[in-house]
């Protein structure tokens, strides 16, 4: 249970614990029938080269069980559903019914079946040890209590598996005053235009900057109980992928 007056960010805002999954709610709410076309056209179509690398390096095979957390339209899930094949089990999970109604309809027009789950990353309702590969892409910076989420994904996988988490990092420092300008400036104005919806893309950007740095979110990993844990700096550092492994 949240304590009374316990804050937490919101992009630069604090505000109460208990209000941050509705702010996040409102945010996915108002974008999901855009969030597709706006990924494209803010990264200029990078985020798939991202996701590929990150369906890459997990190395899922034919069989496996994957748990895809905060998978919203389905991008990482879809990838992983094209290689466990059928012996295999992909589940599409969100906080958000309308990202993860995006992402069913878009798995059903693929041509795939995949189990969707409605739930909170803080709170995953599978048993212990069930998943081989669990992903979250672009989603634990969103979550309130991330220590928690990161423990949830810990316990949902079985010894020797892997979890991946791909996630905004820090800019190459040389860099952060052009893409701060493009952050802060031209996403929301991007997102006012295509989404109609400015203030979420001011979210995206103030929300990356609040979100740790690579070493930071290593330790809270291992806090969480993950070994090995290694990262990989995309697009001159900005975003990250993060991997560790629970023995
Ligand atoms: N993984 C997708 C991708 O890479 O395109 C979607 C990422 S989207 C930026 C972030 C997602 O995190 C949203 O769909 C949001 O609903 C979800 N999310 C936020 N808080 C969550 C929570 N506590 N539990 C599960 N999902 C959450």
Known sequence: MAEAGE???????????????????????SVAARYDLMNDLMSVGLHRLWKAFTVQLAAVRPGMRVLDV????????????????????VWLTDINGAMLRVGRDRTLDAGLLLPVVQCDAEALPFLDASFDIVSVGFGLRNMTRK??????????????GRVLVLEFSRVWAPLAPIYDAYSFHVLPWLGARVAGDADSYRYLAESIRMFPPPQELAMMMQCAGFEDVEWFRLAAGICALHIGRKY
């Open 147 to 160: 220590d928690r989420a990161l423990a949830e994904m810990h316990r949902v996988l079985r010894p020797g």
């Open 70 to 89: 905060a998978g919203g339209t389905g991008d990482l899930a879809l990838a992983f559903a094209r290689e466990v094949g059928a012996k295999g089990q």
């Open 7 to 29: 804050t937490t960010d919101f992009g630069f805002q604090q505000v109460d614990v208990r209000e941050k999954a509705r702010r996040v709610a409102g945010v996915f709410d």
